[in-house]
């Protein structure tokens, strides 16, 4: 897999698109508390209406910063993605199994027979033509 990971080339958004994201951030996280009746975050709404400014008329300030955010998404991606694939085989997969143990179920007939001669079962539906599957 790391091979596969080494060989994609990485595409990142436009500055510009980078920019106004997160100046759209910042403006809404200032306006936020309105919703409650408080204060704005008046910070949060000026860095948001410079960045706004920054991401129209130089966008390119924003390069390293975008390759930055998209190399820690990837990183993220790294770590969040086998954590979330484990939990999800721990609570689906193992409880099955432990299920069809406790139950003594052999869904697929994995277990050794020793009388037969072979595995191979015979079809009692004859396999169609494979032209026009679709």
């Known amino acids: 897999m790391s091979e596969y990971q080494e060989n994609l080339e990485l595409k990142t958004s436009s500055e510009r698109s980078f920019g106004l994201l997160f100046?759209?951030?910042l403006i809404l996280f200032g306006l936020y508390p309105l919703i409650y009746g408080e204060m704005l975050t008046l910070w949060s709404i000026a860095v948001g209406v410079v960045i706004l400014l920054f991401s129209i008329f130089r966008p390119m300030i924003f390069k390293y910063p975008n390759i930055l955010w998209i190399?820690?998404?990837i990183a993220l991606g790294k770590i969040v993605s086998p954590v979330v694939l484990g939990v999800v085989y721990i609570f689906s997969v193992v409880p099955l199994g432990l299920l069809f143990i406790i139950l003594?179920?052999?869904l697929i007939n994995k277990s050794i027979q020793i009388e037969k001669d072979s595995y191979w079962e015979d079809r009692e539906i004859p396999v169609g033509s494979m032209k026009n599957q679709y």
């Open 23 to 25: 100046s759209s951030v």
């Open 71 to 73: 190399k820690i998404g």
């Open 104 to 106: 003594k179920k052999d």
